[in-house]
């Protein structure tokens, strides 16, 4: 038989399956993962807005110890550093709970959520005390630098949420 005078017709092959429309599984899926980035960006943007205050004060303490390496005086720089910590705690803390705190309290309070207490026992110390010396005292640097390492543990440290 001559396969020239065969009835064959050319193989036909069905349409190649198109991404488009996708079926609704697929739908349901895209809109969870919008649904959870948005809610992620929405976290993060809150704690973004949150730590604001937190990052600020991080700026003025690095502006302070800059100003400080040109005046080198102590007295001066803990009376910047002590006006900080009472600016940032109040951005943390109800006003009422920090704006009327002095003395052995106010260092208490800045203790609350540390590790290891810093300020009624410690380097931070030096804040309910040094803005009230006399500008000409001098200051050990090693002192210095144990005080501005425990304000900035202080500031880098959430207050615990209950009080």
Known sequence: MNPDELPLRDLHLPDPVGLWPLAPGWWVLIAVALGALGWLAWLWL????????????????RAAVQAYEQHGNAVRLGTELSELLRRTMLAYAPRADVAGLTGEAWLAFLDRGLDRPAFVAGDGRPVAEWPYRNPA???PRSDVAAFVDAVRTRIATPLPESA
């Open 46 to 61: 809150r704690a973004y807005r949150r730590n604001a205050a937190r990052r600020h004060a991080l700026r003025r303490l």
């Open 137 to 139: 005292t001098e200051i």
